[in-house]
């Protein structure tokens, strides 16, 4: 396969599954910090779960498929830079953003308290 054709596969993915990540790690930082903060602590993603149940399956398949698309998208870049094939800046920008994005859904929930 060429790297046009990866190139066209992780974009594509990226548009598929990122927004709704993003969706799903806003929503729980809200929970976690503004939400905590105003009614006291929470059974954060329960009111999420209970209601929206089908949106939160498929979202958090998103998340899943992000983690591996970060992965994929890591493991091109090393290998473009071992040979010296240079990397365009919005192809790291979206690494980048993925990353912090993703790491966010990492931090303990007592660090946002």
Known sequence: ????FWARWLRVLWWCCY??????VVRLLYEQT??????????????VAHSYGAVLLAFASCVV???AWL???LSRRIVWA??????????????????VTLGLLYVPYAGWQ
């Open 1 to 4: 396969m060429t790297d046009r």
């Open 19 to 24: 927004p709704p990540t993003a969706v799903v």
């Open 34 to 47: 503004i939400l905590t903060r105003v009614r006291g602590p929470q059974m954060v993603g329960f009111s």
């Open 65 to 67: 498929v992000t983690h």
């Open 71 to 73: 992965l994929t998208a």
């Open 82 to 99: 071992m040979r010296g094939r240079r990397t365009q800046a919005w192809e790291l920008w979206r690494i980048l953003l993925t990353a």
